[in-house]
C-alpha cells in the first residue's frame, strides 16, 4: 500500500463493492447453467456454488485480515517468497484480464442480438471497455463511490423482477428438489462458483477499510445479497418455464423479464428496463475486473499509479475479446476459464493462508 492512502471505506462500502461485482453479466445465464446441471433442483445447486464462493472469499477475507496493510499481491511475496509470489501475481493478473475480455464479449453480444441487432460486435465491446478504461483510471475511495451509487439501482429491480415474475410460477416446476445421479452436478456448481470470482476485489479494498477486522461481516453481507438474489432468480426461472425449456434458451433471466410484467399492466413487459438495468450490473462487474488487473500491475511493477496500465491493457483485452468465432464457443470458453480460474481465486489463497499459519506470518496494523 501506498503510505500517503488513508483509510476511508467503510464496511457497508465493501458490501455494497462485492454485490455489485458479483451481480454482472453471468446473471442472463445462469439459469441455463443451473438447470443443465441439476435441472429442477438448480436452486439447491445454485446455493452450494454460492457456499463454495463464500468459502473463496473467506480465505481472501482472512488473509487480508492477517495483513490489513498488504493486498495480495504484497503480501504473497511475505508467505512464499519474492519470485514464487511475483509469479502467483502473473496468473492473478492474466486470470482477470482474460475474464474482463470475456465479460465485455459477453455483453457485446446480448446487446447485439436482443438490442442493437446492425451494430457490430466490436463496437459496443470496444465502447464498454473504454468507459471501464476510464473509470478505472480513478483512485480506490472514488471506485467505492462508483460502486455505493450503483447498488441500490441494481439490487432492487433485480429482485422486483424476480419477485413479480413468481405471479406465473408453478411449483411443480421445482420438483424434484434433489438432482438425479445422471446430472452433471459437480461441474455445475463449479460453473455457478465461478460467478462469484469477481468478490477477488476484496483484496484490494481491505487495507483502505476504516476498520479491516470487520471485513468478514461485509464479505458475509455480499454474499447473502448477491447469493440471495441468484438463487431467487434460478428459481423464479426454473418455476416459470421448467428446466427442459430452460435448457433450449441462450439468457432464461432476459426470457423471464419478458414474461413478467407490472400489477394493472402498466408495463406488459420489463425486458427493457431489465436491459438498462443489466447495463450498468455489467459495467460495475468490468469495472472491478479492469481495476484489479491495472491496480495488480502497478503493485507488481512497484509503480506509484496504476493509471499508466488503464490504457495499455485496452488493446490486449479487446484482442482476447474477439478471439471466440461465435456464441456457442464464447459460453463454452466462459465455463472454462470460469472453473479453472477458482484454482486461482480459491486453491491459491487457501495455500497462502495455510503457508502463513505454518511460518506464523503476520502483517503489522
Not at 51 to 79: C, K, N
Not at 82 to 107: N, P, Q
Not at 191 to 197: G, K, N, R, S
Amino acid at each position: 500500500m501506498d503510505n500517503t492512502q488513508t483509510r476511508q471505506i467503510t464496511v457497508l462500502q465493501t458490501a455494497a463493492i462485492l454485490v455489485s461485482t458479483i451481480i454482472g453479466v453471468g446473471v442472463l445465464s445462469l439459469p441455463l447453467f443451473a438447470a443443465r446441471a441439476a435441472e429442477s433442483a438448480a436452486p439447491i445447486i445454485t446455493l452450494i456454488g454460492s457456499v463454495i464462493a463464500f468459502f473463496g472469499l473467506a480465505l481472501v477475507t482472512w488473509l487480508g485480515i492477517r495483513f490489513p496493510d498488504h493486498t495480495i499481491i504484497e503480501y504473497s511475496e511475505q508467505i512464499i517468497g519474492k519470485w514464487l509470489g511475483r509469479l502467483g501475481s502473473v496468473f492473478i493478473i492474466a486470470f482477470f484480464a482474460v475474464l474482463t475480455s470475456l465479460t465485455a464479449r459477453e455483453f457485446g453480444e446480448v446487446v447485439v442480438t436482443a438490442v442493437l441487432k446492425t451494430t457490430p460486435v466490436e463496437v459496443t465491446v470496444i465502447v464498454m471497455l473504454m468507459l471501464a478504461a476510464i473509470s478505472a483510471r480513478k483512485s480506490l475511495t472514488t471506485f467505492a463511490y462508483i460502486h455505493n451509487f450503483y447498488f441500490p439501482l441494481l439490487l432492487v429491480p433485480c429482485l422486483m423482477i424476480a419477485i413479480l415474475s413468481l405471479n406465473n410460477a408453478e411449483i411443480i416446476n421445482l420438483q424434484p428438489i434433489i438432482w438425479s445421479p445422471a446430472n452433471h452436478v459437480f461441474v455445475g456448481v463449479l460453473t455457478i462458483a465461478a460467478l462469484f470470482q469477481g468478490s477477488f476485489i476484496l483484496t484490494l479494498i481491505i487495507p483502505s477499510m476504516k476498520q479491516p477486522k470487520k471485513a468478514m461481516k461485509a464479505s458475509l453481507y455480499g454474499i447473502l445479497i448477491a447469493g440471495g438474489l441468484y438463487i431467487v432468480i434460478v428459481a423464479a426461472s426454473v418455476s416459470v418455464f421448467g428446466s427442459e425449456e430452460i435448457k433450449k434458451l441462450l439468457w432464461p433471466t432476459l426470457e423471464l423479464a419478458k414474461a413478467t410484467n407490472l400489477p394493472a399492466n402498466i408495463l406488459e413487459r420489463l425486458d427493457a428496463a431489465f436491459l438498462a438495468v443489466w447495463v450498468t450490473a455489467v459495467f460495475t462487474t468490468l469495472l472491478s475486473s479492469y481495476f484489479l488487473t491495472a491496480y495488480a500491475m502497478k503493485q507488481l511493477f512497484r509503480l506509484r499509479e496504476h493509471r499508466v496500465f488503464s490504457f495499455i491493457l485496452f488493446p490486449f483485452i479487446f484482442f482476447m475479446a474477439m478471439v471466440p468465432q461465435n456464441v456457442t464457443q464464447l459460453y463454452g470458453i466462459i465455463e472454462m476459464v470460469g472453473r479453472y480460474g477458482l484454482i486461482i481465486t480459491i486453491a491459491y489463497p487457501a495455500l497462502l493462508l495455510l503457508l502463513a499459519m505454518i511460518r506464523k506470518k503476520r502483517g503489522q496494523m
